[in-house]
């Protein structure tokens, strides 16, 4: 039978060495709770053994939109695997939760053993990078759904909080935001940033016209940044109440969305000024600010909002783990 299906176009081998090719790397994102072996019907979790005692489960999905384009253009899929994870776990970690667990679903009209087992070196990296451990996934080959050398790609993460300790805390005004800045893009805006260049001419392989050091190409494909480790030790702090991640709507849509319906954020414009690869898109582009600010992170990809007084506790935390952070403005009442 399985030379008969080989035939109409799907290959039950190539997805068996698949899976035995990266069983070494899932089982490297082990950790408490999750031995993170593959090959069962379905992935196990401890709770109890990750040390929880009253946990809130905390469920996020997601895939990474039209940026697949820009790895299927210049060839680097070792890193989108990481945008995979990040855009799950970053969600989850704005309810207050700690991912746990991971899912992946690859499908693709014809399977590459190399370009798949890449993949999923990336979404095992961004477990790493989370600390979740990938216990599971589908690999799907669909001869005619998809283009020649193409795929796509969706997850799925699981984490916990205690009850007591769910983000968000009771925001009040007066409280202030602090900006961690992203690593690029991120995962958001990707159809109308290849539009811009494709209209700007630009080639991917070409030196950024706003970096010469870095090709276009390597400066889009930028993997998206993990929050986790430098995010979740400051949960603890009770002054910490609130973590937008900056995702499709920019810092105008997301930070709304941890706030109660009688505040607003008040953003300090001075200190939200457009990185290169944004201050491209909008020239070239001739975007107004209100469409970068709504459809990029426009170089902050995650905002906490903290009590005054924690402020400088908390910048020194963020640095101290490697991120660039600083304050975007405060919490005012609606008028």
Same mark, same amino acid.
């Given at each position: 039978?399985?030379?008969?299906?080989?035939?109409?176009?799907?290959? %039950?081998?190539?997805?068996?060495?698949?899976?035995?090719?990266?069983? &070494?790397?899932?089982?490297?994102?082990?950790?408490?709770?999750?031995?993170?072996?593959?090959?069962?019907?379905? /992935?196990?979790?401890?709770?109890?053994?990750?040390?929880?005692?009253? =946990?809130?489960?905390?469920?996020?999905?997601?895939?990474?939109?039209?940026?697949?384009?820009?790895?299927?253009?210049?060839?680097?899929?070792?890193? %989108? $695997?990481?945008?995979?994870?990040?855009?799950?776990?970053?969600?989850?970690?704005?309810?207050?939760?700690? =991912?746990?667990?991971?899912?992946?679903?690859?499908?693709?009209?014809?399977?590459?053993?190399? *370009?798949?087992?890449?993949?999923?070196?990336? %979404?095992?990296?961004? +477990?790493?990078?989370? /600390?979740?451990?990938?216990?599971?996934?589908?690999?799907?080959?669909?001869?005619?759904?998809?283009?020649?050398?193409?795929?796509?790609?969706?997850?799925?993460?699981?984490?916990?909080?205690?009850?007591?300790?769910?983000? =968000?805390?009771?925001?009040?005004?007066?409280?202030?935001?602090?900006?961690?800045?992203?690593?690029?893009?991120?995962?958001?805006?990707?159809?109308?940033?290849?539009? %811009?260049?494709?209209?700007?001419?630009?080639?991917?392989?070409? &030196?950024?016209?706003?970096?010469?050091?870095?090709?276009?190409?390597?400066?889009?494909?930028?993997? *998206?940044?993990?929050?986790?480790?430098?995010?979740?030790?400051?949960?603890?702090?009770?002054?910490?109440?609130?973590?937008?991640?900056?995702?499709?709507?920019?810092?105008?849509?997301?930070? &709304?969305?941890?706030?109660?319906?009688?505040?607003?954020?008040?953003?300090?414009?001075?200190?939200?000024?457009? &990185?290169?690869?944004?201050?491209?898109?909008?020239?070239?582009?001739?975007?107004?600010?209100?469409?970068?600010?709504?459809?990029?992170? +426009? /170089?902050? $990809?995650?905002?906490?909002? +903290?009590? =005054?007084?924690?402020?400088?506790?908390?910048?020194?935390?963020?640095?101290?783990?490697?991120?660039?952070?600083?304050?975007? $403005?405060?919490?005012?009442?609606?008028?």
């Amino acid at each position: 039978m399985s030379d008969a299906y080989k035939k109409a176009g799907v290959d %039950i081998d190539a997805g068996d060495r698949l899976v035995k090719a990266i069983g &070494p790397l899932a089982k490297a994102t082990a950790r408490a709770g999750a031995d993170a072996s593959l090959g069962g019907f379905g /992935g196990l979790f401890d709770l109890k053994a990750a040390g929880f005692q009253d =946990p809130i489960l905390v469920s996020g999905t997601d895939g990474v939109g039209t940026k697949l384009k820009i790895a299927f253009e210049t060839g680097r899929h070792d890193t %989108i $695997g990481i945008d995979l994870v990040a855009m799950c776990v970053n969600d989850v970690l704005a309810q207050g939760a700690e =991912p746990l667990f991971f899912l992946d679903y690859f499908a693709t009209g014809k399977l590459d053993e190399a *370009t798949a087992a890449s993949v999923v070196a990336g %979404i095992a990296e961004g +477990c790493r990078l989370a /600390g979740c451990a990938l216990i599971g996934g589908e690999t799907a080959e669909m001869p005619g759904m998809y283009v020649d050398g193409e795929y796509d790609l969706a997850g799925f993460c699981v984490g916990a909080a205690e009850r007591n300790s769910l983000l =968000p805390r009771q925001v009040a005004v007066g409280d202030v935001m602090i900006g961690l800045a992203s690593s690029g893009a991120h995962s958001n805006g990707y159809s109308l940033i290849r539009k %811009i260049a494709a209209e700007a001419g630009a080639n991917y392989d070409a &030196p950024a016209p706003f970096d010469s050091g870095t090709s276009l190409g390597e400066s889009l494909i930028a993997p *998206t940044r993990i929050y986790v480790k430098s995010v979740l030790p400051l949960l603890s702090n009770r002054d910490v109440k609130a973590f937008a991640h900056i995702t499709g709507g920019g810092l105008t849509d997301n930070v &709304p969305r941890v706030l109660a319906g009688n505040l607003s954020p008040r953003f300090d414009e001075k200190a939200l000024g457009l &990185p290169p690869l944004f201050q491209w898109l909008r020239e070239a582009g001739s975007l107004s600010l209100a469409d970068m600010s709504r459809t990029f992170n +426009c /170089g902050i $990809g995650g905002a906490l909002v +903290c009590a =005054p007084g924690a402020v400088d506790e908390v910048l020194t935390a963020l640095k101290s783990t490697g991120e660039a952070a600083h304050v975007i $403005g405060d919490i005012v009442e609606q008028s």
